[in-house]
Each structure stands twice: as C-alpha cells, then as structure tokens.
C-alpha cells in the first residue's frame, strides 16, 4: 500500500511555506526509560518492537537546506541555509507526534522564533552537501559536532526495522504533523505543519555522530544510526504562529523533566 499522507489543511494568511532541498532524518534507536527521563509529564516515547534487543525508543536528527522560506503575507526572502531539527517520536494524549529538542539554524533569523515565540533555536554554522545522480547518491553533513556521511543502500527498501510495513514507518518517521516543545522560561509550545507525503531514498551511514544526542546519554560515540530516510525537494507548510499550552492543564503537569543539555 502507498502511502498517502494527510489532507493539506488550508494555508491562512499568517501561516509560513519553505523550499527543503537535499532532506534527510538520521534515526537512532535509543533506550524507552532513557528518553522518558528528558520529557516532561504527559509526554511519552513512543515504543517500537525491534527484531533484536526488544522494545525501544527513536530520536532524529533532521538536517536539509531552507530555501525561499516566507510568511504567506510577506514577500520571499532570498533564504538559503543550512537547519538541523532534533526529534523525539512520542505521544501526548493519544496523539502521535515529535517532542523538539532544540533547532540550529545557520542563519541570524535563528533569534526570531528563540526570542518571539520562545522556541529552543539558535544559530550555528551548518554545511549540507548531496550528490543525488551519483552511483551510489551521496549525503553528507558537518556542523560543529554533529557529523554524517551516507550513501544510498543497494537497494529499495520496503521494511524498516521496528515497523509493521511501510505505511507503518512512513506515517512516524516521515510525516508527523504535530510537535511539542520546551519554551524558554518555562511551559510547552505546540505548532503543526503540512507536506505531501516523501517518496524517501534508503541511505546507509558511513559514519555518523550527533553531540546533542551524546550529551543527552541517548547515544554514544559508537552508536549506528537505525536508518537514513533522505530526499532531494520537499515543500513544507509551517502552521505559524506556535501556541501556548496553558500550564497544568490537558495532560500536562506540573515539573518539565530534568534540563537539557544546551544543544
């Protein structure tokens, strides 16, 4: 079965859109309890069953290049820089979606959502580079202590390990719709977006580290990747401005887990 994605919800005028160009989600498989440990009450890692090793939790590193990001109502800016969004696949009262560490932009608009919706971003030097027609298609990425280098596996792929089939893998590690986040000065945000559903190439690590993730005692120096999911464009819908849970209320208590490392 094909994968379908979800209806679009209509754009509004306040909403953003961006051009995502040489996309990949490097997943990690990391310990359930491990992870719980990082978020706060009400939101839960979600578990998968793997084929060795039993139950486990996924995070991701997500990093591609925004191009043409602009609010509907503004005219498009000439953006062209390098993010790196790392994700946690979790649930918040019945509803699946992804619990952000944090963003790094390579960009001085980084201070935009950080200071105005109170988003864990900042900025920092990113480099994205892919060769998508060579054979195999390559995928490579530095910034700071964040590290990958991938090539395209020998063949397609229609299993991922943890996952029932490919409807299954698609609709949690591809199109999660809905994320949660720590705001600075204390609370949880919420924003949504939209894109059409990916049709992913299958990438295997050459070699791969991510600092955050180390800092968190998610990984370690040694860690594989679980997979890499990565295609050349993909457009994207940003359902701004993000909102505000209201503190104590829905399945959200008080305390936010212990503090994250600084990304």
């Given at each position: 079965m094909t994968f379908t994605g979800t209806?679009?919800?209509?754009?509004?005028?306040?909403?953003?859109?961006?051009?995502?160009?040489?996309?990949?989600?490097?997943?990690?498989?990391?310990?359930?309890?491990a992870l719980a440990?990082?978020?706060?009450?009400?939101?839960?890692?979600?578990?998968?069953?793997?084929?060795?090793?039993?139950?486990?939790?996924?995070?991701?590193?997500?990093?591609?290049?925004?191009?043409?990001?602009?609010?509907?109502?503004?005219?498009?800016?000439?953006?062209?820089?390098?993010?790196?969004?790392?994700?946690?696949?979790?649930?918040?009262?019945?509803?699946?979606?992804?619990?952000?560490?944090?963003?790094?932009?390579?960009h001085p608009l980084a201070v935009v959502p950080r200071w105005v919706w109170g988003m864990p971003w900042r900025r920092a030097r990113i480099e994205i580079e892919a060769d998508w027609d060579g054979a195999p298609a390559r995928w490579r990425l530095a910034a700071g202590d964040a590290r990958c280098e991938a090539e395209e596996a020998g063949a397609p792929h229609s299993r991922v390990d943890g996952f029932t089939g490919e409807e299954h893998w698609m609709s949690v590690l591809t199109h999660p719709t809905v994320g949660?986040?720590?705001?600075?000065?204390?609370?949880?945000?919420?924003?949504?977006?939209?894109?059409?559903?990916?049709?992913?190439?299958?990438?295997?690590?050459?070699?791969?580290?991510?600092?955050?993730?180390?800092?968190?005692?998610?990984?370690?120096?040694?860690?594989?990747?679980?997979?890499i999911l990565a295609q050349r464009h993909l457009h994207f819908d940003i359902h701004t401005p993000p909102r505000r849970l209201p503190g104590g209320q829905g399945p959200f208590r008080r305390g936010h887990g212990r503090p994250v490392p600084r990304l």
């Open positions: 209806p679009r919800p209509r754009p509004r005028w306040y909403h953003a859109q961006t051009e995502l160009d040489d996309f990949a989600i490097v997943t990690y498989r990391v310990p359930a309890g440990r990082l978020l706060p009450p009400g939101v839960v890692p979600t578990e998968f069953a793997f084929a060795d090793g039993g139950p486990a939790a996924l995070v991701s590193a997500v990093a591609f290049r925004d191009r043409d990001f602009h609010f509907r109502f503004c005219p498009r800016v000439a953006i062209d820089c390098g993010q790196i969004n790392y994700r946690a696949y979790v649930t918040v009262g019945g509803r699946q979606g992804v619990w952000f560490f944090g963003t790094i932009l390579d949660w986040y720590r705001r600075r000065g204390g609370g949880i945000g919420v924003y949504g977006v939209w894109h059409p559903p990916m049709r992913p190439r299958h990438l295997t690590a050459i070699s791969a580290r991510f600092g955050v993730f180390e800092r968190l005692g998610l990984t370690s120096p040694e860690s594989v990747p679980h997979s």
